[in-house]
């Protein structure tokens, strides 16, 4: 593996490993905290706080396309975030989405509601949904590209899953934020508690940004900086020269994320408003969801690394495939035994392809047009993924 300087000890290596890693792990989680976050709070809040003279339907219906928006917003942050990773570095480009996302969030925090403001708060609120998109769209290719490149050949489905493994997190962490202020809050949630995970978002982006700033560029980038390789325009060079990798990695994210965004956005609103099941009772359900997907996740990823990432992956498919129709089944019981035994169930298909999406995605590019690619192709199938919950209520 190429290295920093021709001195490195293995010792220091391995410490850049373990910074690459951590900063990976904490720096996406507290990316997708945001993300996911607005995700949930579009099923619980935004309808009656920002389109209160809608019906019930309609409003979720605005609430999710604003939703969208965001989904909509990924490929034009990877294009503009993926030119500055391959061309200045991977580091500061993912300090600066970290801090326009976390921004983003803790702005949507303070926004006054519909009644106070009117129509212009809805727009505000879509202009910073579009910021976390944008600022996210950067983010996850070049946690990855980072990640992977500090990581030896044979553990790369491994420590591309350190990026992964931040999205149960992530869920598990505003969940359990959301969860914990309606708890607190009780009736005032939706007064004024709503905020408070919102709010909370800029503490977290701190801690991120002090780790970040510690991560050195990955060795491969600062090898082809050094022998002035690096890519003129690797967004041109990505559509011109690897069209054919770029779908591969579109079609094979949307196996992930498609399942991902109907088993838990779409299944809150449809569990609270549908089948009128308690909030508290699916919020807490998430923090369940988050863990089980947490520990595919890292397994499916080290079976990648054992044996084959493309059999790991067709195997999640299947299993996504099969869960489909009992995942509804078991939801529409109300029992609650039977509907957290579905929401489990129907990540374990999403978490296995999941896990060595990451690697796999990665090796399909050149390192001086890696982070382009990655991000390019990932988020392309996320504004795709993110017609989902609003397909789904429709």
């Not at 899953?161 to 962490?173: H, R, W």
Request: charged share 15%; glycine share 8%; with cysteine.
């Amino acid at each position: 593996m190429p290295t920093v300087n021709n001195n490195m000890t293995e010792e220091q290596r391995k410490k850049h490993v373990r910074r690459a890693a951590l900063a990976s792990v904490v720096g996406t989680t507290i990316e997708w905290y945001d993300f996911y976050l607005y995700g949930t709070m579009s099923a619980l809040v935004f309808p009656k706080l920002f389109f209160p003279e809608s019906d019930p339907y309609m409003g979720l219906i605005q609430s999710f396309t604003t939703l969208f928006i965001g989904f909509l917003a990924r490929p034009l942050g990877a294009a503009f975030f993926g030119n500055f990773g391959d061309r200045i570095g991977r580091k500061a480009t993912l300090v600066t989405t970290l801090l326009l996302m976390g921004i983003s969030s803790m702005l949507i925090g303070l926004l006054p509601t519909y009644e106070k403001a009117g129509t212009i708060v809805a727009i505000l609120l879509v202009f910073f949904r579009f910021c976390q998109g944008f600022g996210a769209g950067g983010e996850w290719g070049g946690s990855v590209v980072l990640s992977i490149e500090w990581s030896s050949k044979k553990r790369r489905g491994l420590m591309g899953s350190m990026t992964q493994i931040s999205s149960p997190i992530a869920l598990l962490l505003s969940s359990g934020v959301i969860s914990l202020t309606i708890f607190l809050t009780g009736n005032q949630f939706f007064t004024w508690g709503w905020r408070i995970p919102f709010l909370i978002s800029i503490v977290l982006v701190f801690i991120g940004f002090v780790i970040r700033r510690g991560v050195a560029d990955s060795p491969q980038f600062t090898k082809l900086k050094k022998e002035n390789q690096l890519a003129k325009q690797p967004v041109v060079e990505v559509f011109k020269n690897y069209p054919k990798e770029l779908l591969l990695v579109i079609f094979s994210s949307l196996a992930q994320g498609v399942p991902f965004y109907v088993f838990t956005t779409f299944a809150i609103s449809y569990g609270t408003e549908k089948l009128h099941l308690d909030k508290q009772f699916f919020t807490n359900i998430t923090l369940l969801v988050s863990i089980v997907e947490m520990a595919t996740i890292l397994y499916a990823a080290h079976l990648s690394d054992k044996y084959n990432r493309k059999i790991v992956f067709y195997v999640g498919s299947m299993l996504t495939i099969l869960v489909a129709f009992p995942f509804f089944l078991l939801l529409d019981t109300k029992i609650p035994a039977l509907v957290v035994l579905g929401m489990c169930l129907a990540i374990l298909g999403a978490g296995t392809v999941y896990g060595p999406l990451a690697a796999l995605m990665a090796e399909c590019f050149p390192a001086n047009i890696r982070y382009s690619g990655t991000s390019l192709g990932y988020q392309i199938s996320a504004a795709i993924q993110g017609l989902s919950p609003l397909l789904c209520v429709y």
